[in-house]
């Protein structure tokens, strides 16, 4: 059983679109971490939220952690094919030096 | 961060033998991670290496199957022993610069395929 449940598991949609993955989970985290895999590479660290309620942006993407610090989602505004990939949520906790990983959702953006 | 590179990028074993990949990070690091991925799937942590301790083995991995090694701060080889086409998957290596603090970050990994 994974401690944080992505969704969508996967997500096709046309360039100029906007998308949002969600993670979410019954338990709490001290951060929360986005990665982004493309096909041959390893994960890519977009961002950390560690403050519940906290909001980011980098360029066309949002991230926001939860009130609670159980859930988190990514919003892409405009979609663009380079934003295709695997994104993977990651949970730490401040007495575990180990991340929980979400299963994934796979975004693939057509041109 | 941290820059990380791996060897080999990928390779084709026969069943019953052993490979061993290495891991080089660009700066010292105290904690290191090796996972194991199924294309398109999530990530399986195998084990943690520390610099002068044991490995710590997950649920399910075990040091006569996946041995590890972590001479140095920078360094760590995992080796899959005496594979069979199950092991055929993507390893990946990956440090936390920041003592635990959650943020990893990752190598390319080694795409492994036993036939």
Known sequence: TQLLEQSPQFLSIQEGENLTVYCNSSSVFSSLQWYRQEPGEGPVLLVTVVTGGEVKKLKRLTFQFGDARKDSSLHITAAQPGDTGLYLCAGGRSNDYKLSFGAGTTVTVRA | SAVISQKPSRDICQRGTS???????????????????????????????????????????????????????????????NMSPEDSSIYLCSVDTAGGAGEQYFGPGTRLTVT
């Open chain 2, 19 to 81: 490979l061993t990949i290495q891991c080089q990070v660009d700066s010292q690091v105290t904690m290191m991670f090796w996972y194991r991925q199924q294309p398109g799937q999530s990530l399986t942590l195998i084990a943690t290496a520390n610099q002068g301790s044991e490995a710590t083995y997950e649920s399910g991995f075990v040091i006569d199957k996946f041995p590890i090694s972590r001479p140095n701060l920078t360094f760590s080889t995992l080796t899959v022993s």
